[in-house]
């Protein structure tokens, strides 16, 4: 990764915040409709945080996120449509219907959402020793706030 952003970069992490935003006050409006049956946290604010982290991220990375993970998942190229209609529970959503806001997953986009992420980070990246098949393409792998290299 180089040591500056250039300006195309800068724009492409601005409209990434914007879509992330604008995506987040739409599910902010839309929930108190009663359509969505899972419990949503919304990541209004956060939005630079998870474009800034998945700015560097290379596509096999793996990507570990907490209860606000619209962001993190928009953010890593995830699909608007499939999120909405995973907070639907449809089966076209990213995590077939199942997940909902709070368990989201998307094996696609490597993205994980775990309950206690210390522990579940540290069992993967101690299994990241052993296991070489994915892992080993780029010698790390991303968490919000952590970035392990092997």
Not at 6 to 20: P, R, S, V, W
Not at 27 to 38: D, I, L, W
Not at 128 to 143: A, D, L, M, V, Y
């Amino acid at each position: 990764m180089p040591k500056y952003i250039d300006k195309k970069d800068l724009l492409k992490m601005y409209f990434g915040m914007f879509a992330i935003r604008a995506f987040e006050e739409k599910v902010g409006r839309e929930y108190p409709n009663g359509q969505m049956r899972t419990p949503t946290h919304l990541g209004i604010g956060q939005e630079a945080v998870a474009v800034g982290v998945l700015h560097s991220r290379d596509k096999e990375d793996v990507i570990f996120s907490h209860h606000r993970c619209h962001n993190h998942y928009l953010a890593a190229g995830g699909s608007r449509e499939k999120l909405f209609a995973e907070l639907l529970g449809k089966a076209s959503g990213c995590s077939g219907g199942r997940g909902g806001s709070v368990h989201l997953v998307s094996r696609e986009q490597g993205f994980f959402r775990i309950l206690s992420n210390t522990w579940a980070i540290s069992g993967f990246s101690y299994w990241g020793r052993f296991c070489q098949e994915k892992i080993e393409k780029t010698g790390n792998f991303h968490s919000f706030f952590w970035r392990c290299r092997f």
